[in-house]
């Protein structure tokens, strides 16, 4: 199995108490191993490879007791999955590829005050996965769309040296796994 990973940075300060930053990255996976059936016949040789890209934009700044934090995130994601009997590795018990592409933002905000400090935060966050099952194998190639609002708010408190006291509050929605959507 072999996976490849490369990414690139840059960050810039724009002053004492701004910066801003861009993260492109991308990596490739492809590779397989074999797996018992657990029963008396032949073991199962499972084929796996993906290739997943994204930009990470996000920008700092801090005014006295404020600080604010901003960015968006897109990505894009395919993976192939193919399983055969073994020892006959020509023919596939089946093969399948599901691509998966995102974008996100987000601010956040914190504001000191003493001992105690509140923030907010919220991110937007859109995802679309698409299937291409193997043909023939009875399922339609589908394509799903979510969107989410994941809001949170909380309180980080220095109660004492050496105790600090935290609370938050949100809501998080995600998209299901692979296995949620075809179980």
Do not use: I, M
Not at 30 to 38: I, M, R
Not at 82 to 103: I, Q, V
Request: aromatic fraction near 14%.
């Amino acid at each position: 199995y072999r996976e490849s990973f490369a990414t690139l940075n840059w960050t810039r300060h724009l002053a004492a108490d701004a910066s801003a930053g861009l993260t492109a990255y991308g990596f490739r996976t492809n590779g397989f191993y074999d797996y018992p059936s657990g029963t008396d016949a032949r073991a199962l040789r499972y084929r796996s490879a993906s290739k997943w890209g994204g930009l990470v934009a996000a920008a700092h700044a801090e005014r006295g007791r404020l600080a604010v934090d901003a960015g968006a995130h897109a990505s894009t994601y395919a993976k192939d999955h193919a399983f055969d009997d073994r020892p006959d590795l020509e023919y596939p018990g089946y093969r399948n590829t599901g691509h998966k592409s995102e974008a996100s933002a987000f601010a956040k905000g914190r504001l000191t005050l003493g001992a105690a400090s509140l923030f907010a935060d919220l991110q937007a966050r859109t995802v679309r996965f698409r299937y291409t099952p193997t043909a023939g194998y009875g399922l339609d190639e589908a394509s799903q769309r979510w969107s989410f609002v994941n809001p949170k708010v909380g309180v980080t408190l220095r109660a004492a040296p050496g105790l600090t006291v935290y609370a938050s509050y949100g809501a998080t929605g995600r998209e299901p796994t692979r296995g949620d959507l075809f179980a």
